[in-house]
């Protein structure tokens, strides 16, 4: 039997999803349009822009797994994505927004910011079959983002009422900067949500306090968004702080 001489012909041709890469590269334009804004000096609309991409960014796994459209191909594409709308992105707005009055110190610290994020998502790709699945390792990416883009909408949106600080901001900014770009590279953990199922039955309270919660965000998203990040961030390490103080305990029991 003769061999194929044309091996080409044997090659299927491969594609990729749709629908979920979709999703993933409307949230990359996000961070795109995030950098062109601040560098036209329209810093409120670039925050507004990294949230988007937040947003999407949480949609387009849910997607995929949904319509089980799953691929290494979108995997990879996501975290190139990411790279761009929660590392560069934040990075540059922040520069443009504060940090450029520090000289080298400023971009110094965007440098911290983006070095940190493009670690924490290579760690994250190769650990992400050994950690536990309740807790990142590190504050993730779009969560820093969001401490990043928050400060910069929350200042805008509330100028009058923190024009008194306007000499702190600066500083603020190079705290804030350098305190999300160091904590995604820690080993502090954060829960994950992916234990918090929706289709569980929950008291009827619940839905109550979830509509208070959805009328105070649609009226101040900007304090309650920032807020809600704050705390997060403050979780890891309160978490952090309890499993140190509570090991020794465990050491004694035993």
């Known amino acids: 039997m003769p061999l194929n001489t044309k091996p080409s012909m044997n090659l299927r041709r491969q594609g990729i999803y749709l629908l979920p890469n979709l999703f993933t590269l409307a949230a990359l334009f996000g961070g795109f349009y995030a950098i062109v804004q601040a560098m036209n000096g329209h810093f409120e609309q670039a925050a507004l822009a990294i949230f988007a991409a937040m947003i999407l960014d949480g949609l387009d796994g849910r997607v995929a797994r949904l319509t089980h459209?799953?691929?290494?191909?979108?995997?990879?594409?996501?975290?190139?994505?990411?790279?761009?709308?929660?590392?560069?992105?934040?990075?540059?707005?922040?520069?443009?927004?504060?940090?450029?009055?520090?000289?080298?110190?400023?971009w110094a610290a965007a440098f911290i910011y983006c070095a940190g994020a493009a670690l924490r998502l290579a760690r994250f790709n190769t650990n992400i079959a050994v950690v536990d699945k309740r807790f990142f390792q590190g504050l993730p990416s779009p969560a820093a983002a969001a401490l990043v883009a928050g400060l910069v909408w929350i200042n805008i949106e509330y100028r009058e009422d923190l024009a008194m600080f306007a000499e702190l901001l600066p500083y603020t900014a190079l705290f804030f900067t350098l305190f999300a770009g160091l904590t995604m590279v820690s080993n502090v953990p954060f829960w994950s949500f992916k234990e918090l199922h929706m289709r569980k039955t929950v008291p009827f309270v619940s839905l109550l306090i979830a509509t208070l919660v959805l009328v105070i965000g649609a009226s101040r998203p900007a304090l309650v968004l920032f807020s809600f990040f704050i705390c997060y961030a403050a979780s890891g390490y309160l978490y952090w702080l309890w499993r140190f103080i509570k090991k020794p305990h465990k050491a004694a029991q035993n």
């Open 69 to 106: 459209t799953q691929s290494e191909f979108g995997a990879q594409f996501d975290s190139l994505s990411d790279m761009v709308s929660f590392g560069v992105a934040p990075a540059l707005v922040m520069y443009s927004w504060a940090l450029s009055s520090f000289g080298k110190l400023g």
